[in-house]
């Protein structure tokens, strides 16, 4: 024979039958909660939705990498990376969108504080409530829906529409600032390297036209050549020389005529060794002694001449193509579709807030009747907080006239 334990097995029979005997508070109760969620979802002001889609144009057809495109054969990213430019991205227009400016003029321009029943004018006030109305968001296909809620089907839209287009004009405004400092800062150098390009011009003017030279590496192949062409002959004049003072003495005319041909020839190499300065003008020929000092110069100026050609073009483009961003104001948003007054409303959902209530108020008289059950079945009162749940439980017993 199985022996008994004592205590009676609870079985799922059992836990209707409590909800049974308690039925009519529950039922009660649950209608009242049901009838008031009702009455409240149809006292609560209707919302309507609307929303505008828009994308973030990618025009660059007249952007900064087109006319720097024509700097060092074709690297069109360099004159975006020198601007900083890369276009205008979905971060930058939710910023504008979420900017305390942009809202601030909505705010007025649609009277929200009167909408909100703000009467101190508390702006950061109106700008919290007016922002648990907006939703800024990117949807699955990267476009940017710009939504608001509102009682008025035909304000929510004017009121999305009005983001739309002044979002567009502030990113706007923000690119010509940017522009117009990229063209005060490349104008700064683009005067610099004119000065520059000009002294170095005139360093080159006064360098020629001081010395006489036009072509150094042409003018030194010419000097050398002469100079060995010199020497040559100075050398046959010495031998010639040599001969003429064997055979004839050194009191003969022909050796003395000789004599000085060869001092004439010394002294013209002497001129091109050693002088600092020819005895006479040549546009060609320039002593070797000042060879090293003059090639320096002329190279030293003509570098500088050349760097600066090269700065020139690379900076008139960026110039010029700075010139045409801060003057251009192309929409850098496109509308894909305009906001339109919403026919059916956003909210209450009636439906969602009867159902919530039902299963809280399920939630809440559930653990109560089962406690209250249990206080039904206790011998004896142990504690004060038994017999104020006792009391608690008789009171109703009688209102919902429990039977047992």
């Given at each position: 024979?199985?022996?008994?334990?004592?205590?009676?097995?609870?079985?799922?029979?059992?836990?209707?039958?409590?909800?049974?005997?308690?039925?009519?508070?529950?039922?009660?109760?649950?209608?009242?909660?049901?009838?008031?969620?009702?009455?409240?979802?149809?006292?609560?002001?209707?919302?309507?939705?609307a929303?505008?889609?828009?994308?973030?144009?990618?025009?660059?057809?007249?952007?900064?990498?087109?006319?720097?495109?024509?700097?060092?054969?074709?690297?069109?990213?360099?004159?975006?990376?020198?601007?900083?430019?890369?276009?205008?991205?979905?971060?930058?227009?939710?910023?504008?969108?979420?900017?305390?400016?942009l809202?601030?003029?909505?705010?007025?321009?649609?009277?929200?504080?009167?909408?909100?029943?703000?009467?101190?004018?508390?702006?950061?006030?109106?700008?919290?409530?007016?922002?648990?109305?907006?939703?800024f968001?990117?949807?699955?296909?990267?476009?940017?829906?710009?939504?608001?809620?509102?009682?008025?089907?035909?304000?929510?839209?004017?009121?999305?529409?009005?983001?739309?287009?002044?979002?567009?004009?502030?990113?706007?405004?923000?690119?010509?600032?940017?522009?117009?400092?990229?063209?005060?800062?490349?104008?700064?150098?683009?005067?610099?390297?004119?000065?520059?390009?000009?002294?170095?011009?005139?360093?080159?003017y006064?360098?020629?036209?001081?010395?006489?030279?036009?072509?150094?590496?042409?003018?030194?192949?010419a000097?050398?050549?002469?100079a060995?062409?010199?020497?040559a002959?100075?050398?046959?004049?010495?031998?010639?020389?040599?001969?003429?003072?064997?055979?004839?003495?050194?009191?003969?005319?022909?050796?003395?005529?000789?004599?000085?041909?060869?001092?004439?020839?010394?002294?013209?190499?002497?001129?091109?060794?050693?002088?600092?300065?020819?005895?006479?003008?040549?546009?060609?020929?320039?002593?070797?002694?000042?060879?090293?000092?003059?090639?320096?110069?002329?190279?030293?100026i003509?570098?500088?001449?050349?760097?600066?050609?090269?700065?020139?073009?690379?900076?008139?483009?960026?110039?010029?193509?700075?010139?045409?961003?801060?003057?251009?104001?192309?929409?850098?948003?496109?509308?894909?579709?305009?906001?339109?007054?919403?026919t059916?409303?956003?909210s209450?959902?009636?439906?969602?807030?009867?159902l919530?209530?039902?299963?809280?108020?399920?939630?809440?008289?559930?653990?109560?009747?089962?406690?209250?059950?249990?206080?039904?079945?206790?011998?004896?009162?142990?504690?004060?907080?038994?017999?104020?749940?006792?009391?608690?439980?008789?009171?109703?017993?009688?209102?919902?006239?429990?039977?047992?």
């Amino acid at each position: 024979m199985a022996e008994e334990t004592g205590k009676k097995q609870v079985k799922f029979s059992d836990y209707i039958y409590v909800l049974y005997k308690w039925r009519k508070l529950l039922f009660i109760n649950m209608f009242l909660i049901i009838a008031g969620a009702t009455v409240y979802s149809f006292l609560i002001t209707e919302q309507f939705k609307a929303t505008s889609i828009v994308m973030v144009s990618s025009e660059d057809s007249f952007g900064l990498s087109g006319l720097s495109s024509l700097i060092s054969g074709g690297s069109g990213s360099l004159g975006a990376k020198l601007f900083g430019k890369k276009g205008t991205s979905e971060d930058l227009i939710f910023g504008i969108l979420n900017s305390k400016s942009l809202l601030t003029n909505a705010i007025h321009r649609f009277n929200m504080m009167e909408y909100y029943g703000i009467d101190d004018l508390n702006i950061d006030k109106a700008i919290k409530s007016f922002t648990s109305d907006l939703i800024f968001e990117l949807n699955e296909n990267g476009l940017i829906e710009i939504s608001v809620i509102n009682e008025n089907p035909f304000k929510s839209a004017e009121i999305s529409n009005y983001f739309v287009r002044i979002a567009d004009s502030l990113n706007i405004e923000l690119n010509v600032k940017q522009a117009r400092n990229n063209r005060m800062f490349i104008e700064k150098r683009y005067y610099k390297n004119l000065s520059d390009l000009r002294l170095a011009e005139d360093s080159m003017y006064n360098f020629q036209k001081e010395f006489g030279i036009f072509a150094v590496p042409e003018q030194l192949e010419a000097s050398v050549k002469a100079a060995a062409e010199i020497e040559a002959q100075l050398i046959q004049q010495e031998l010639m020389v040599d001969l003429l003072k064997q055979q004839y003495g050194e009191n003969s005319p022909r050796y003395i005529g000789m004599r000085k041909q060869l001092a004439i020839l010394e002294n013209k190499v002497y001129e091109l060794k050693k002088a600092s300065k020819l005895s006479y003008s040549s546009n060609v020929l320039f002593p070797f002694s000042e060879i090293p000092g003059l090639t320096l110069n002329y190279y030293r100026i003509f570098r500088e001449i050349e760097i600066q050609t090269k700065v020139m073009e690379f900076v008139l483009p960026m110039y010029e193509q700075a010139k045409v961003e801060e003057q251009k104001s192309i929409p850098t948003l496109i509308v894909v579709d305009p906001a339109v007054p919403p026919t059916l409303k956003y909210s209450p959902k009636k439906a969602f807030i009867i159902l919530l209530c039902f299963f809280l108020g399920l939630f809440i008289h559930l653990p109560i009747i089962f406690r209250m059950e249990g206080i039904h079945n206790l011998k004896m009162i142990n504690n004060p907080l038994d017999e104020k749940e006792n009391k608690f439980y008789s009171r109703l017993v009688k209102i919902y006239r429990i039977r047992f």
